[in-house]
T-cell receptor, first 111, second 111 residues
Framework: DAEITQSPRHKITETGRQVTLACHQT?????MFWYRQDLGHGLRLIHY???????NKGEVSDGYSVSRSNTEDLPLTLESAASSQTSVYFC??????????FGEGSRLTVL | QKEVEQDPGPLSVPEGAIVSLNCTYS??????FMWYRQYSRKGPELLMY????GNKEDGRFTAQVDKSSKYISLFIRDSQPSDSATYLC???????????FGTGTRLLVSP
C-alpha cells in the first residue's frame, strides 16, 4: 500500500545544531507539505512544494528550509535549531483529489 | 485573531450521546471546509469536507457550514468510545491546498 513515512520519529538535539527531518511518500503525489503542531496553535504550515524544484514558504518558515529534488521526498532542515522549534512536525502530501495524507509525525526536542 | 477558532475542550460525553463540535472562521474567501480526526500520537486523517455552505452527511457524521455566520459544525450521532480523538477543523480558499487549521477539540467518549 502507498504510504507517507517520516524519520526519525523522535529526535533530541541541542541548540545550534543542524537537524534534518525526512519525509518520503510512495503515492507519487506532486504536492507535499510540512506542518508543525503545538499546543494552543494547532497545525501551522512551514513550507510546501507543488512539484520537483518547487518550494514555497508557509506561515512559519523562519529558521526552516526544504528542497525537492524528486517527487517522493521533501526533507525539512533546521539550519540552527532553537528551543522554540521544539514541536511535533507532520509531513503531508496530496494528489489530484486534493485530500491531504499525513505522516505519523516527528517529535523534536531542542535542549 | 486566528483565522480559524476552535474550543480546545476536552469535551466529555457518555457513549451514545450526540456530539456537536464547532469552529468559527474569519476569512470570507474560504470556500472549502474540512474536519480531520487525530488519534493520540498519530497524524490527522480526513473525516469530512464540504464546499461552500450546506450540510453533508456520512454515516454517523454530519458536517454543516453556515457562511453567513462563518460557522462550521460537526455532529456525531450515537458516539462511540472509538470516537475519542482530537477533531481539527480547517478552511481553505483553493481546495485542499494551504489549509488553515483550528487548534483542535479533544473529545472523550466514555463507555
Amino acid at each position: 500500500d502507498a504510504e507517507i513515512t517520516q524519520s526519525p520519529r523522535h529526535k533530541i538535539t541541542e541548540t545550534g545544531r543542524q537537524v534534518t527531518l525526512a519525509c518520503h511518500q510512495t503515492w507519487n503525489h506532486n504536492n507535499m507539505f510540512w506542518y508543525r503542531q503545538d499546543l494552543g496553535h494547532g497545525l501551522r504550515l512551514i513550507h510546501y512544494s507543488y512539484g520537483v524544484q518547487d518550494t514555497n514558504k508557509g506561515e512559519v518558515s523562519d529558521g526552516y528550509s526544504v528542497s525537492r529534488s524528486n517527487t517522493e521526498d521533501l526533507p525539512l532542515t533546521l539550519e540552527s535549531a532553537a528551543s522554540s522549534q521544539t514541536s511535533v512536525y507532520f509531513c503531508a502530501s496530496s494528489g489530484y483529489t486534493g485530500e491531504l495524507f499525513f505522516g505519523e509525525g516527528s517529535r523534536l526536542t531542542v535542549l | 485573531q486566528k483565522e480559524v477558532e476552535q474550543d480546545p475542550g476536552p469535551l466529555s460525553v457518555p457513549e451514545g450521546a450526540i456530539v456537536s463540535l464547532n469552529c468559527t472562521y474569519s476569512n470570507s474567501a474560504f470556500q472549502y471546509f474540512m474536519w480531520y480526526r487525530q488519534y493520540s500520537r498519530k497524524g490527522p486523517e480526513l473525516l469530512m469536507y464540504t464546499y461552500s455552505s450546506g450540510n453533508k452527511e456520512d454515516g454517523r457524521f454530519t458536517a454543516q457550514v453556515d457562511k453567513s455566520s462563518k460557522y462550521i459544525s460537526l455532529f456525531i450521532r450515537d458516539s462511540q468510545p472509538s470516537d475519542s480523538a482530537t477533531y481539527l477543523c480547517a478552511g481553505g480558499r483553493t481546495g485542499f491546498q494551504k489549509l488553515v487549521f483550528g487548534t483542535g477539540t479533544r473529545l472523550l467518549v466514555s463507555p
